[in-house]
């Protein structure tokens, strides 16, 4: 029971200093049309902290917010193996802008995790048609990993 409070303590002051960090920055879309996108991290048993720690060094949500093309950016930590991102971005170009950024290029490669390496770390789960998630997950026998499985959810929207 000790270690059940213990935990919900780690997982509740994380979300608190996370909160702490968020600034919320509004810049409309020129067309109306948005981008959300949502991804589920399943973190690898024990990773928690790794994963925590280099969100908050590389700054990503505070400096996810001042990206010219985010509507918003929120994280939710649904548990210590559990983590949530639901994104807004004014279109495809800005998400990919966001990627490339230097603050989630060195988390990337902080956590371990490489998208251009599928063919050595993950399996590619490729949607097939609308609705299906993009879902990457480690191959047996990856050891330097932080992300056990990853799975993003897009979709387009007009906000008029």
Known sequence: MKKLVSSLMVILMTSI?????????????VDGTYLHNSAIVILRKGS????????LKHRILSE???????????????SSRVVTFDEIWNNQAALD????TSHMQSFFKEIGFDAGATNSIYSVSLPT???????FTVKPGSKNYVIEKLILNGFTFNNN
């Open 129 to 135: 048609k609308q609705g299906d998630s993009l879902v």
């Open 17 to 29: 200093s996370l909160a702490r960090e968020v600034q919320q920055v509004k810049s409309p879309s």
């Open 64 to 78: 996810t917010v001042k990206e010219s093309g985010n509507i918003s950016y929120k994280l939710n930590v649904v």
């Open 97 to 100: 802008a966001h990627l490339g």
């Open 48 to 55: 928690y902290d790794k994963y925590i720690k280099a969100v």
